[in-house]
């Protein structure tokens, strides 16, 4: 018997298969597709203290190997997603992370605290990168001393995981990493989308409104792995891996590379079922190598020469 279960900074999960933020709504718009109950869990679309529109559309672009987003965030704000998003989170009996997006440190602090009583929500994944808003995002992602402030900030409003998502586009992310551990986060999520464009060639105009946007899937995979290692060897913190899974193979890769969870995005638009695929796959690498208990891979990789 493979023992799968994984604590990632204090978050217990029976598997170590999670669902990203921004790809599968609240939970509602993937579960007529998989049992939510099988998996790890899911993390919620980004939850603002207010609601937000987002960008103007067109605000999505399919690219060779993935896709350009600039959503912007859109979504229903703290007081619509408690009346309305919970209650069926409430009776899905999956493990609930809750990602939380915020134009200033305050912001953050308070979304925290007036979702902290509700106990189906496990942890809060706080997002301090997204590459497409124009307030917050970057400003915060890129800044060390923005992190640590939010950081710190959310760890006085809850006793719950706190795992801060960092970005991708900066020289340095392990000096984040370890500014997100130092002022009290539990875990850091890696990685957030990189910043993209992209250009109709006979208008000249750009595909998006916004011009750029965060650029997912396969396309970024050995980005976000190099990422996950340069974390792992810098800074003793956990890491849920995120970018371009699109089978068990690279789920795999990911926990070699130092995850001891990861996240499925964009390949959610193209294969709804994709996470239980993924899943078994695991488990029949974990069978035809004789691992025991899946935290065995985190970390494993072996940097020397042949």
Avoid: H
């Avoid at 999956?94 to 939380?100: D, E, L, P, V, Y």
């Amino acid at each position: 018997m493979i023992d799968l279960t994984v604590d990632v900074g204090g978050l217990k999960l029976k598997n170590p298969i999670l669902l990203a933020s921004g790809t599968v709504g609240y939970g509602k718009e993937i579960a007529e597709f998989i049992n939510l109950k099988e998996i790890g869990g899911i993390v919620t679309k980004s939850i603002s203290l207010k609601p937000r529109a987002g960008n103007l559309p067109p605000r999505v672009v399919e690219t060779s190997a993935g896709m350009l987003n600039a959503i912007g965030l859109a979504n229903v704000g703290l007081e619509v997603f408690i009346r309305e998003k919970i209650p069926f989170l409430e009776k899905l009996e999956a493990t609930i992370i809750c990602n939380i997006a915020a134009s200033s440190v305050e912001e953050y602090k308070i979304c925290v605290e007036e979702l902290n009583p509700i106990e189906v929500i496990k942890a809060f994944e706080i997002n301090v990168s997204c590459p497409n808003v124009k307030d917050g995002g970057l400003i915060f992602g890129n800044n060390l001393n923005s992190v640590r402030q939010i950081a710190a900030e959310v760890r006085k409003a809850t006793e719950k995981p706190v795992i801060i998502k960092l970005s991708p586009n900066t020289a340095d992310i392990s000096a984040f990493a370890l500014a997100a551990k130092e002022e009290g986060a539990n875990a850091v999520s890696a990685i957030n989308t990189l910043v993209g464009a992209s250009f109709d060639i006979y208008s000249r105009k750009p595909k998006l409104r916004n011009v750029t946007g965060g650029l997912s899937g396969p396309a970024i995979k050995p980005i976000a792995i190099a990422k996950v290692l340069e974390i792992s060897r810098n800074v003793d913190i956990p890491i849920i891996g995120i970018g371009g899974i699109a089978d068990w193979r690279d789920a795999i890769e990911f926990l070699i590379a130092g995850a001891s969870a990861v996240q499925l995005g964009t390949i959610n638009f193209v294969n709804p079922n994709a996470a239980k695929e993924i899943l078994q796959g695991v488990k029949n690498y974990c069978e035809k190598f004789n691992i025991k208990k899946i935290g065995e891979l985190t970390a494993s990789y072996d940097l020397n020469e042949n």
